[in-house]
Each structure stands twice: as C-alpha cells, then as structure tokens.
C-alpha cells in the first residue's frame, strides 16, 4: 500500500508549491511529501480536471483529495452548489485546506476520514476520484461502492485511471455496481470514465 494511502504518512514533511493552469485558470498549490502526487499534477488528475462536465448548482465529493485538485478546480464552475472535500490522509486534508483558502473559494469543506465515512449521511450529485489503485483492488472496490451509495438518483461519478493499471477492468467492475459506464476521454497513458446512478 501506497504510504499516501494513510492517515499519517511516514514521509518527513517538505512541503513545496505546485503551480498549474487549469480550466483556463492559473493555480498555486501547496503540496507535501506523504500525499499522492506531491511533485505536480499527475497527468491523470489533469485530464480529469479538464473533462469533468458540471452543473451551477451540482453538490459535489472529491473522493481522496489529496492536497485539492480536482475539487479546487471544479469549485468555481458550481457557485450555487458546494464541493466536499474527503481523504484518509490527515496532510493532505489540511494541505487541501490551506489551497482552498490561498484560492479565496468559499463553497469548499475539507473532511479527513476513510472513503466515505465522513459523510455517510450526505448526498451528493456529482463524484471525482483519481481512486488510490495502488492500494489494492479490494479497497479501490469498497471506494467505488461507497460512492455509488452517497450518490443521489442521476447522480455521476467521474474518475480515471492509467490505462497499464487496470482502467479498463476497473471499469468492468463499476458495471456491476453501477447502472451505465462509459469511456469519455483518454490521453497520455489515462482513461477518464464517466458512471451514472439511474
């Protein structure tokens, strides 16, 4: 298991800023050992950010943040909804934190926690996972499982992963949990795959 997959990741602390443009946007963030990704964007989580389709008013969860990508950037394009912000990792939650307000976005929570434990009691319309595959199929399974279940009826779940990781059979497997799965994007080793709870 990956060591970002944990609460307390055992990698010294060394934290660093990561700038990008995203959306058209131009970001800074502050990253850190001990989460996913720390020394820039991952080719993946980019291609997400730029094909996720979302709706003024969407409820959306960022399911393991890390250090606020995904949910940072999909924030402005839902200024009448709200982003929730969720991952095991106690550094990347307040590096994710710390981002939200560098960026001044005020329709964002943080919650650290296990897959969806901290907000079992919540619906959302909208999900976004980069999943932790290396931390092994029966977790990435439980995750996807979770999502499904705080996911509001027409709800979708965007999420990719690298092609020579198992993209295509996770997304076999997310056909058994939800209703339709499809292929929406792909490019440089990742496949971006858009799920739907009927």
């Not at 850190?32 to 008013?57: K, N, P, Q």
């Not at 009448?80 to 560098?102: H, I, P, Q, S, Y």
């Not at 990719?160 to 339709?180: E, N, P, W």
Request: aromatic letters at 6%; a positive charge; hydrophobic letters at 40%.
């Amino acid at each position: 298991m990956q060591q970002y997959f944990t609460r307390h990741p055992a990698a010294s602390s060394r934290p660093r800023i990561v700038h990008a443009t995203l959306r058209g946007r131009d970001w800074t963030f502050m990253t850190d050992r001990g989460v996913f990704s720390h020394a820039g964007i991952d080719a993946g989580t980019r291609l997400l950010a730029e094909t996720m389709d979302l709706r003024a008013s969407d409820e959306v969860l960022d399911l393991g943040c890390g250090y606020g990508v995904l949910g940072l950037v999909a924030a402005p394009l839902v200024p009448a909804g709200r982003v929730v912000m969720v991952d095991v990792n106690e550094r990347a939650t307040t590096l994710a934190k710390e981002n939200a307000r560098a960026a001044a976005l005020t329709n964002v929570e943080v919650l650290q926690g296990d897959g969806t434990a901290p907000v079992a009691d919540r619906r959302f319309d909208v999900a976004l996972s980069n999943p932790p595959i290396r931390a092994g199929k029966a977790t990435v399974r439980r995750l996807m499982r979770e999502v499904h279940d705080c996911l509001r009826p027409g709800g979708r779940f965007y999420f990719v992963a690298r092609t020579a990781q198992g993209a295509k059979t996770l997304a076999r497997d997310l056909s058994a949990i939800f209703d339709t799965v499809e292929e929406i994007e792909r490019g440089g080793g990742y496949r971006v795959y858009l799920a739907a709870r009927k």
